[in-house]
């Protein structure tokens, strides 16, 4: 479901398909809620540079979201991964749990399911005819075997980015 990028980066730019790229950018405030004062949060203080609005119970925070082609950017050990998450729920998501709900019999239920609008999903089917159905109904990207998708991907190989999605059958 999630896949890691090990990006090449210099300044605000990151390296994919033989060229350099600009991040895209985008100023966010995210809100955090406190446990534990202050000390807990010393990190996240001195990297928003001290400008933050005090709550009650919480700090925002003003950040900078980093972005690829591959998805959000996140520092790491061993430099900048990008995140690929290839979740959309959508209304199709909704479509597909009423035409599960009204499904009158196996055969019904699993041509819902086919439809693979819901992100991620453990679903369990069970009739009064003995039918038993157990499925992963995911949206879950096709990804070709000739690669080793355990660990990061090359953030700098068009050819590592996953396209389309694995078919309800396999």
Same mark, same amino acid.
């Given at each position: 479901?999630? !896949? @890691?990028?090990?990006?090449? +980066?210099?300044?605000?730019?990151?390296?994919?398909?033989?060229? %350099?790229?600009?991040?895209?950018?985008?100023?966010?405030?995210?809100?955090?809620?406190? =446990?534990?004062?202050?000390?807990?949060?010393?990190?996240?203080?001195?990297?928003? $540079?001290?400008?933050?609005?005090?709550?009650?119970?919480?700090? +925002?925070?003003?950040? +900078?979201?980093?972005?690829?082609?591959?998805?959000?950017? =996140?520092?790491?050990?061993?430099?900048?991964? *990008? /995140?690929?998450? $290839?979740?959309?729920?959508? /209304?199709?998501?909704?479509?597909?749990? %009423?035409?599960?709900?009204?499904?009158?019999? =196996?055969?019904?239920?699993?041509?819902?399911?086919?439809?693979?609008?819901?992100?991620?999903?453990?679903?369990?089917?069970? !009739?009064?005819? !003995?039918? @038993?159905?157990?499925? =992963?109904?995911?949206?879950?990207?096709?990804?070709?075997?000739?690669?080793? %998708?355990?660990? &990061?991907?090359?953030? !700098? $190989? &068009?050819? *590592?980015?996953?396209?389309?999605?694995? &078919?309800?059958?396999?």
């Amino acid at each position: 479901f999630i !896949d @890691v990028y090990r990006l090449k +980066t210099r300044g605000n730019r990151y390296f994919f398909a033989g060229n %350099w790229h600009e991040f895209e950018r985008r100023k966010i405030r995210l809100k955090v809620r406190l =446990f534990g004062g202050k000390s807990a949060y010393r990190q996240i203080f001195e990297e928003a $540079d001290g400008q933050l609005r005090r709550g009650r119970h919480f700090l +925002t925070l003003p950040l +900078t979201v980093r972005r690829t082609v591959h998805g959000p950017v =996140f520092r790491g050990r061993g430099g900048a991964y *990008a /995140v690929r998450l $290839d979740l959309r729920p959508s /209304v199709a998501a909704a479509e597909q749990w %009423w035409r599960m709900l009204k499904a009158q019999n =196996f055969s019904g239920f699993r041509q819902a399911l086919e439809r693979q609008a819901l992100p991620m999903f453990n679903v369990v089917y069970a !009739d009064k005819s !003995d039918t @038993v159905f157990y499925a =992963f109904n995911a949206q879950l990207p096709f990804r070709p075997a000739s690669r080793d %998708w355990r660990g &990061p991907l090359p953030g !700098d $190989d &068009p050819e *590592a980015l996953t396209h389309g999605r694995t &078919p309800f059958n396999e």
